[in-house]
């Protein structure tokens, strides 16, 4: 652990290098503490920082930046995500407010809305669908042979299926398939269909066979994980390398790669992951600031930002803390 005053300091640097991007020197450093001690302490204090690994000097004549311990550090201090400034708490409540419709579109605007909130490049995992429960069953006839099975499910996921039928299904025969789907299925999960007895109608029995082959015919579980990014592009506004910038495009193209990377994070305990910490080589000038949301009480997803190392913590963690809460809440709603 640090004294108090080599933690001030590198705080200081920290703070000073995340606004400018710049190094940071020691004259820098002793205006923006509290701390009554002269440039010549602070250089003092700061090359012992650098000895232990926290700090870097980048020039012999240049001030300190941080290095992956030293941005380590500095999360560690904080006290958890701060609030969300007031501004950007009104635009996530409006946005919340009129989130309505498919969940796909929900979520590739969540990422938008994330990445405008941080100015880093934003990921939104969708809820896996094979674990959720069946929160409702309809049935909707579209021609005399034909009919679109819709269920909702505990996450928000909507699966429509549209059936094909031997012979001519009137109103009644759908209506009641419906209340029979309904009843075996709702609260089931959709990885373990149970087995529908006889209604004591043929046509009727026909049809919810026909319904549930055509929601067990399709094997989720080896369905990726959606991912929706958005904001990809302001990565190139946040790294001077192209190098960087191409690389780090590369990776969020790869969707395995950036589910993987976000649940190894939540995996390991950590909301943030610096550097070399996530293990990617091609992400080793990033960080990883992540969070998981709930839906009804239960794990649904994840969501996360991606930016330079050097990018602003605090507000990252308040923003991924708020719009994770605000997502679970909106689709537990329904």
């Known amino acids: 652990m640090l004294d108090e005053r080599k933690a001030a300091i590198l705080r200081a640097v920290v703070e000073g290098y995340i606004e400018t991007a710049q190094p940071v020197g020691s004259a820098h450093v002793a205006r923006s503490t509290d701390m009554a001690v002269s440039s010549a302490t602070v250089r003092n204090e700061m090359a012992v920082l650098e000895r232990e690994g926290y700090l870097v000097q980048p020039h012999t004549s240049a001030g300190r930046i941080p ?21 950007k708490q009104v635009l996530v409540r409006d946005f919340f407010r009129k989130a309505h419709g498919e969940l796909e579109q929900m979520l590739h ?52 299926r549209t059936i094909e039928l031997k012979d001519e299904v009137g109103d009644e025969r759908l209506a009641a398939a419906g209340t029979v789907l309904s009843r075996a299925l709702v609260g089931q999960a959709l990885r373990d269909l149970p087995a529908v007895g006889p209604a004591g109608d043929v046509g009727v ?110 507000e990252a963690l308040a923003a991924v803390a708020v719009v994770s809460r605000r997502l679970g809440a909106r689709l537990s709603e329904g």
Not at 70 to 85: A, H, I, K, N, T
Not at 233 to 254: G, H, I, K, W, Y
């Open 67 to 87: 290095t992956d311990k030293g941005y380590r550090f500095f999360v560690d201090q904080l006290s958890g995500p701060g609030p969300l400034e007031p501004g």
């Open 109 to 160: 605007d969540t990422s938008k809305l994330l990445s405008r909130l941080t100015d880093y490049a934003a990921v939104v995992i969708a809820p896996a669908h094979e674990a959720a429960a069946v929160r409702s069953v309809q049935l909707v006839g579209l021609g005399p042979r034909v009919a679109l099975l819709v269920v909702v499910l505990a996450n928000g996921v909507v699966e429509k």
């Open 205 to 314: 029995d026909e049809l919810v066979k026909v319904a549930l082959d055509s929601l067990r015919g399709t094997d989720h579980h080896d369905e990726p994980d959606s991912v929706f990014v958005g904001g990809a592009s302001r990565m190139a506004q946040a790294f001077d390398a192209v190098d960087t910038v191409r690389q780090v495009l590369n990776t969020l193209e790869q969707q395995y790669v950036v589910v993987s990377l976000l649940e190894d994070v939540l995996g390991r305990g950590l909301s943030v992951a610096i550097g070399t910490e996530h293990g990617l080589a091609p992400l080793s000038e990033c960080a990883v600031v992540v969070a998981p949301y709930e839906v009804e009480g239960e794990h649904a997803g994840a969501i996360g930002v991606l930016g330079p190392t050097r990018m602003n913590y605090p």
